[in-house]
């Protein structure tokens, strides 16, 4: 018999509704699985044995009494800035240690609204605004292959407890990569759908100007769509909320045939990024195996302005978290990592101009992308060009034999976020035991082709 945590959230949801398992079933198997496992990777920071208990039967209550839960039992983990009612969520930070959310997130209530579990609350950095998952409040979260290693950020949590069988779905948030990289680096899906299709009318302050979206984590792309279907939605309360969300599920075209699309390959994406050489065969290999299978890939680069280099918006960020962040470094500096207090002195220091030239290079990168994508379908790129890192390390001290500086393996992911775009990594392989993903890139509401190719690059293996 398959091993509950080895089931996909869909059979395990089909059984639950059938009657052949209970949610209380599946409760206590992941309850014992997080006891055990947890304490050597830090990925779950809040968990209440007795509360996940509560909520599964709950849930074996509302199907006895007749409702079809479509997610019903599907244990699912929370990332520590989104809301999960009554519990203590804190961004990771001490400055929110004590703070306990007054309601849940939209996407919280809504899978728990159609019968999946919330098993725990997962390590981030603060503010999420790190490329590693470590901070003063819970400490570092370690990588389920080797504790040694990190498994990225900022959404490290969610994916090392993913990846060990701590739940079978995951949310996390990706402002700027920080749902897929850690994903490539636990050989993980984590996708990044279009800004606006998923709610987040309500929650913690976000200091990214709008760049954030809230991400799904999975262990397959059909699990991945299958989260992503069910919250789809269009709430007038979110600013960035479009109404044309329903209608574009993608599970239901997951399997149709790829045909006469045009894709293009971009291995340091037209900016020069800088790749391991290891990586970038493996990531090679998979692309040479998708033509061998038919599709039509030219090596192409978007034709990004001279100004798109690595991070090239994070003035944005450094000056949203000093107006968020600023007035408490005067009495709470010791609090923050100091790696914030960094971006939030360096974020007193943005002047006016520089938020309006940032503006303004966001709008010219989505004319540039947007150009791109009206000669290829679909783009193909690295999620991260090295493999997980040691623990203690921001970021590898070198990236293709050259000086990599603290955000050197996060350069190919936020031009995507910038530009509004659907992006997902999927597992392409292993370099020295350790996972690296493909990043599959599309035009904005394109999320099912994105899926659907992403699908297909899965089926060749990881």
């Known amino acids: 018999m398959t091993e ?10 089909g059984q639950v509704n059938a009657g052949a398992l209970s949610a209380l079933d599946v409760a206590r198997h992941f309850i014992e699985r997080v006891e055990r496992l947890n304490p050597a990777l830090n990925a779950i920071v809040q968990f209440d044995a007795q509360a ?11 199907l006895a009494a007749g409702e079809h839960l479509p997610m019903a039992g599907v244990p699912f983990t929370v990332k520590d800035n989104l809301w999960v009612e009554g519990r203590r969520i804190a961004q990771g930070s001490r400055l929110f240690e004590d703070f306990v959310a007054p309601r849940d997130a939209w996407a919280v209530a809504r899978l728990r609204a159609l019968g999946a579990v919330v098993l725990g609350i997962t390590n981030c950095s603060e503010f999420a605004c790190k490329g590693v998952t470590s901070n003063l409040l819970y400490g570092a979260t370690r990588h389920p ?9 900022s ?5 090392s407890a993913l990846a060990a069988g701590l739940g079978l779905l995951a949310l996390g948030t990706d402002a700027g990569g920080s749902t897929r990289r850690p994903a490539a680096h636990c050989g993980l899906v984590g996708f990044k759908p279009s800004n606006g299709l998923i709610p ?10 709008g760049l954030s979206v809230i991400g799904q984590l999975a262990r397959s792309v059909d699990d991945c769509a299958w989260l992503y279907d069910h919250l789809l939605a269009y709430d007038a309360a979110d600013p960035a909320g479009v109404p044309i969300a329903v209608g574009l599920e993608a599970s239901a075209g997951l399997q149709q045939p790829i045909a006469g699309l045009r894709v293009a390959w971009s291995p340091q994406l037209g900016c020069g990024f800088a790749v391991d050489a290891d990586v970038l065969q493996a990531l090679q290999q998979r692309v040479d195996a998708l033509r061998a299978a038919g599709w039509q890939i030219d090596d192409a680069d978007p034709p990004w302005p001279p100004e798109a280099r690595e991070y090239p918006l994070l ?5 949203g978290l000093h107006a968020l962040y600023g007035a408490r470094l005067a009495d709470a500096r010791e609090r923050i990592d100091p790696v914030l207090v960094a971006q939030i002195e360096a974020g007193a220091e943005v002047t006016p101009a520089q938020v309006a030239r940032a503006l303004r290079l ?16 679909l783009l193909l790129c690295p999620t991260s060009p090295v493999t997980a890192w040691p ?10 034999g050259k000086p990599a500086g603290p955000r050197g393996h996060a350069a190919f992911t936020p031009l995507f976020n910038y530009c509004g775009v659907p992006a997902c990594s999927v597992p392409a392989g292993s370099v020295r035991g350790l996972p690296v993903g493909l990043q599959v890139v599309g035009p904005r509401f394109e999320d099912p082709r994105v899926l659907q190719c992403a699908g297909q690059i899965e089926a060749l293996g990881a």
């Open 362 to 377: 966001k709008e010219k990168l989505i004319a540039c992308l947007s150009a791109f994508f009206a000669r290829y379908d």
């Open 4 to 13: 509950l945590h080895a089931l996909s959230a869909r059979a395990l949801a």
């Open 145 to 153: 292959l080797d504790a040694s290693l990190t498994p990225g950020g």
């Open 52 to 62: 996940v208990l509560a909520e599964a039967a709950a849930v074996d209550a509302r």
């Open 391 to 400: 623990l203690a390390q921001l970021g590898p001290p070198q990236i293709g």
């Open 315 to 319: 003035v944005l960020q450094q000056a």
């Open 155 to 159: 959404s490290g949590g969610a994916v």
């Open 200 to 209: 987040h009318p309500w929650g913690f302050a976000e200091p990214n100007f």
